[in-house]
């Protein structure tokens, strides 16, 4: 399973850091993704991580704000989220890809909330 | 970005009905195609992948159709714990991008 932690409530322009932990299966072998929520609306993919974190990807709307990470020795998946704005506000999932080159994504945390908001 | 278009938004139906639900890909992504499932304060559930196969542990009351652009998904008799909202999504050229959702209420 997944379980996210780490949301909040935070301030236009401050920073969150989220974490995923992994347990029950090794993270380690598997691309990681984030999704968002925001409240009321579909899914957002957010940023992807390849197996190893020597690849990054992420969605036009957060490049040069949010860092995705992951420290394998510890089964966990990060995303340091910078500059927040209000448009942030949502639920944020981590999810593992179901196959290695496929954005299929069948196990998911059970989200943590981001309120940005002064 | 691939935009994915579903339709109907939202429907009511009643249990037992059968229920299909279209999304609509804005151009072909071959059979690259998954449906997802979400309940209320809770994560979505992978149901079906590469558009007709149905993830394991899900019941064979769901079932997925279609390639190119047009797909389908269908619930053969709807169960009382059906009542969700679905997603489609494109897994074909990154990033992958979700259909809005189709809410599935109780009549």
């Known amino acids: 399973q997944l379980v996210e932690s780490g949301g909040g409530l935070v301030q236009p322009g401050g920073s969150l850091r989220l974490s995923c932990a992994a347990s029950?299966?090794?993270?380690?072998?598997?691309?990681m993704t984030w999704v968002r929520q925001a409240p009321g609306k579909g899914l957002e993919w957010v940023s992807t991580?390849?197996?190893?974190?020597?690849?990054?990807y992420y969605a036009d709307s957060v490049k040069g704000r949010f860092t995705i990470s992951r420290d394998n020795s510890k089964n966990t998946l990060y995303l340091q989220m910078n500059s927040l704005r209000a448009e942030d506000s949502a639920i944020y999932y981590c999810?593992?890809?179901?196959?290695?080159?496929?954005?299929?994504?069948?196990?998911w945390g059970q989200g943590t909330m981001v309120t940005v908001s002064s | 970005d691939i935009q994915m278009t579903q339709s109907p938004s939202s429907l009511s139906a009643s249990v037992g009905d059968r229920v299909t639900i279209t999304c609509r890909a804005g151009?072909?992504?071959?059979?690259?195609l998954n449906w997802y499932q979400q309940k209320p304060g809770k994560a979505p559930k992978l149901l079906i992948y590469?558009?007709?196969s149905l993830q394991s542990g899900v019941p064979s009351r769901f079932s997925g159709s279609g390639s190119g652009t047009d797909f389908t998904l269908t619930i053969s008799s709807l169960l009382p714990e059906d009542f969700a909202t679905y997603y489609c999504?494109?897994?074909?050229?990154?990033?992958?991008?979700f259909g809005q959702g189709t809410k599935v209420e109780i009549k």
């Open positions: 999504q494109q897994s074909y050229i990154p990033p992958p991008t």
């Open positions: 029950g299966f090794t993270s380690s072998s598997y691309v």
């Open positions: 590469a558009a007709s």
């Open positions: 991580i390849t197996a190893s974190g020597a690849s990054t």
């Open positions: 151009q072909s992504i071959s059979t690259y």
């Open positions: 999810a593992k890809r179901f196959t290695s080159n496929l954005d299929t994504f069948d196990v």
